[in-house]
């Protein structure tokens, strides 16, 4: 099963409610700070929503 590597490259300032909690959820919580989470549809879902606070590796 892959993985992603998701790491967050701009702050929560200004973001909407729900976006801070989908990174909260993902375990983001500083900028440059990376989290490693198992390739499925809730973790892509959280993932579209913040889309543009993040960048996405995937990883064996």
């Known amino acids: ?8 490259v701009r702050g929560l300032a200004g973001a909407q409610h729900h976006q801070k909690a989908s990174m909260r959820s993902l375990g983001l919580r500083r900028i440059h700070q990376s989290v490693v989470r198992p390739d ?11 889309h543009h606070l993040v960048t996405v590796e995937e990883v064996e």
């Open 1 to 8: 099963m892959s993985q992603l590597k998701i790491t967050q």
């Open 40 to 50: 499925d549809p809730n973790v892509r879902g959280m993932v579209n929503s913040v």
